[in-house]
């Protein structure tokens, strides 16, 4: 394997970047320690940060502590997929279907919130009311 490519598994850089990526825990896990913490502090960034991490570790551009590329989908380079492209293909499409259900999940979350304050309300209003 190239001096100039990571051990770390970009898919478990993405898997973490993707779930808890606004706390850096993909930074702590690629040895960042120090921009790691900084995410931690800022959530991210405000989610910019994360985001710009985030599309790298998806591209292949992230880079470990010791600046070297985080490419390798396994850490066991012989599983890895990119010599297969039908595998890479399958594998975006997967990672785009988890984004759009975790859009649909945050979405979901948002209209329950808005549920709850509005029974919350009803219950108020029945408890005050005479008769």
Known sequence: ???????KSRGVALALATII???????FYVGKV???????????????WWLYDWILVLAGGFRDA?????????????????????????MELLLDEMYNLRE??????????FMERM?????ERDRLSPG
């Open 1 to 7: 394997m190239s001096e100039n490519v990571s051990d």
């Open 21 to 27: 990526g606004p706390f850096g825990a993909h930074r």
């Open 34 to 48: 120090s921009t790691g913490i900084l995410q931690l502090a800022t959530f991210g960034g405000l989610g910019i």
């Open 66 to 90: 010791n600046d070297r590329r985080v490419v390798k989908w396994l850490e066991d380079e012989s599983l890895s997929f990119k010599a297969d492209p039908d595998t890479a293909e399958k």
């Open 104 to 113: 649909e999940m945050g979405d979901l979350s948002e209209r329950v919130d």
């Open 119 to 123: 029974l919350s309300r009803a219950r």
